[in-house]
């Protein structure tokens, strides 16, 4: 059975940091390219970072210098260290797995909120 959780999400002040993962099962995740996206009220869901099988990064232009995605192969886990967070970063933030050679995203998770505010 495949499934992507994430976790880490929560209340951060502007200016902060939290630390997302999602933890991996079901399928070879070394062969899977993975992302974060995520989904503000009202808006489409938009790409936040990508990484490479081999961890090569990938990021929206709005979060670049801010955000570090990483992942460990290991563990079947997958990190969005998100520093210097703007209240426009509120939003549910998803994980998830494209196969090697396929255009679409094969998994996803169910998401965890993130709330910027003071």
């Known amino acids: 059975q495949v499934q992507l959780v994430e976790s880490g999400g929560g209340l951060a002040q502007p200016g902060g940091s939290l630390r997302l993962s999602c933890a991996a099962s079901g399928f070879t995740f070394e062969t899977y390219a993975m992302g974060w996206y995520?989904?503000?009220?009202g808006k489409q869901r938009e790409l936040v970072a990508t990484i490479?099988?081999?961890?090569?990064?990938?990021?929206a232009d709005f979060v670049?210098?801010?955000?570090?995605?990483?992942?460990?192969?290991?563990?079947?886990?997958?990190?969005?260290?998100m520093n210097s967070l703007k209240p426009e970063?509120?939003?549910l933030y998803y994980c998830g797995a494209r196969r090697l050679?396929?255009?679409t995203y094969s998994y996803w998770g169910q998401g965890t909120q993130v709330t910027v505010s003071s």
């Open 38 to 41: 995520r989904q503000a009220p």
């Open 52 to 59: 490479s099988t081999r961890g090569t990064p990938n990021y």
């Open 64 to 81: 670049k210098g801010r955000f570090t995605i990483s992942r460990d192969n290991a563990k079947n886990m997958m990190y969005l260290q």
């Open 89 to 91: 970063d509120t939003a």
């Open 101 to 103: 050679g396929v255009s």
